[in-house]
């Protein structure tokens, strides 16, 4: 069974292996602490786990872990419409999109999409996340006497 946050790595390789883009980076949280905005890789996918909640249905209990790959882009043409961000973006978001749809591994149901955050921009660079849901299989609840 896959434990919480085991799958971080997991998600990382299966975006480095299926999204093909030239001198996109796949980066993790911990890997981005530290480094600041203007010196970070672009294009660039960031890995971020994003908390759990819990669903309880009929004795099982199942854990779903929330995680958001945010695509980040730099370009400071047409800064103040992001038009050009966009269309930089876009084919980066619908190759991870598509590369983690209905992806699953051992422990861990098929992903499914769900809400993300709103896009943001700063300095040139532009973030456009997708949000995942991650459902651990199901744990029989404990007998408690």
């Not at 921009?121 to 532009?126: I, Q, R």
Request: hydrophobic fraction near 45%.
């Amino acid at each position: 069974m896959t434990g919480m946050l085991t799958i971080e790595p997991l998600l990382v390789e299966r975006i480095r292996q299926v999204v093909n883009m030239p001198g996109l980076k796949v980066l993790t949280s911990a890997e981005m602490a530290g480094v600041k905005e203007n010196a970070q890789p672009a294009p660039a996918v960031h890995v971020v786990y994003d908390g759990i909640s819990v669903r309880e249905e009929k004795g099982l209990v199942e854990i779903v872990e929330r995680w958001i790959t945010f695509v980040a882009v730099r370009n400071l043409r047409s800064t103040r419409s992001g038009e050009d961000a966009r269309q930089d973006a876009g084919p980066i978001l619908d190759s991870v999109f598509f590369a983690l749809l209905g992806w699953q591994t051992e422990g861990v149901k098929p992903l499914l999409p769900s809400t993300p955050p709103r896009p943001y921009f700063n300095a040139g660079y532009a973030y456009f996340p997708l949000a995942w849901s991650a459902r651990l299989q199901k744990i029989p609840m404990p007998c408690v006497n």
